[in-house]
Nanobody, 123 residues
Framework: EVQLVESGGGLVQSGGSLRLSCAAS????????IGWFRQAPGKEREGVSC????????YYADSVKGRFTISSDNAKNTVYLQMNSLKPEDTAVYYC????????????????WGQGPQVPDSS
């Protein structure tokens, strides 16, 4: 059974840091891209960052460039999102998702989704 489980959300002050984890099971990351998406109340789901395991390419939304870092530990089949200098506008439910193919920000291309940990108000 394919499963993605996010963890690491929590209370944080503005300017603080959090690291989200996305543990994958039922498949190996080698041929998949993993994306992090977020959705704030009343807003559409948006791509935050993604990583392609075929070539290690990483991508970031402009709103998080320089603050967020995506990384992967293939031995643990886990992808991380390190979030620094958090802002109130980063408050959202964060989801990780897996896509068999190259990394991209189109959520409709992703095949598997986690349930999403909440990153609470960082104001």
């Amino acid at each position: 059974e394919v499963q993605l489980v996010e963890s690491g959300g929590g209370l944080v002050q503005s300017g603080g840091s959090l690291r989200l984890s996305c543990a994958a099971s039922g498949f190996t990351l080698d041929d998949y891209a993993i994306g992090w998406f977020r959705q704030a109340p009343g807003k559409e789901r948006e791509g935050v960052s993604c990583i392609s395991h075929s070539d290690g390419s990483t991508y970031y939304a402009d709103s998080v460039k320089g603050r967020f870092t995506i990384s992967s530990d293939n031995a643990k089949n886990t992808v991380y999102l390190q979030m620094n200098s958090l802002k109130p506008e980063d408050t959202a439910v964060y989801y990780c998702a897996a896509h068999f193919g190259p990394a991209m920000f189109d959520p409709y291309e992703y095949d598997y989704w986690g349930q999403g940990p909440q990153v609470p108000d960082s104001s």
